[in-house]
C-alpha cells in the first residue's frame, strides 16, 4: 500500500510505501518533463513514435511538431506522472529507431 504523505514526497522526491521503501514507478509530485525529438520529415514518424507511449499506456500531456528546414521534424512531449527510468527507456528505444537524429528528455 502506498502513502502519500506530502512532507515526505516532498523531502525525498518521490513516493514510500509503508514500509519506507521508495516507489521508482511513482515520480516525485509535479514532475513534468519533457522529451525532445529531432527526426527525418518522414509522415510515418509521429504515429511510430507515440506507440512507445501507448505500450507503456501513457498518454502525453501535450505534443507540439514542427517541421524545420532539410526535411527534418521537431518534437517536444510533455510527460507528467512518469518515472525517471521510464523515460530514460523510452528515450533510449525513440533514440534507436532509424529516422531518429537524437532524442533526449529534460524538466520543465
Known amino acids: 500500500m ?9 523531502e525525498s ?7 519506507g521503501t521508495r516507489n521508482p514507478d511513482i515520480p516525485a509530485p509535479g514532475a513534468l518533463m ?10 510515418s514518424v509521429l504515429p511510430r ?10 498518454t502525453p500531456r501535450r505534443l507540439h511538431a514542427e ?23 523510452i528515450a533510449a528505444k525513440i533514440g534507436q529507431t532509424p529516422c531518429v537524429l537524437s532524442a533526449y528528455w529534460h524538466y520543465v
Open 49 to 58: 513514435l507515440m506507440g512507445f507511449f501507448q505500450n507503456l499506456n501513457v
Open 67 to 89: 517541421f524545420g528546414i532539410d526535411a527534418e521534424m521537431f518534437l517536444a512531449i510533455d510527460v507528467f506522472g512518469l518515472a525517471e527510468e521510464r523515460l530514460n527507456l
Open 34 to 43: 519533457r522529451l525532445r525529438v529531432a527526426t527525418d520529415g518522414d509522415p
Open 13 to 19: 522526491g518521490g513516493t514510500f510505501d509503508l514500509y
Open 2 to 10: 502506498i502513502t502519500n504523505d506530502p512532507a515526505a514526497s516532498a
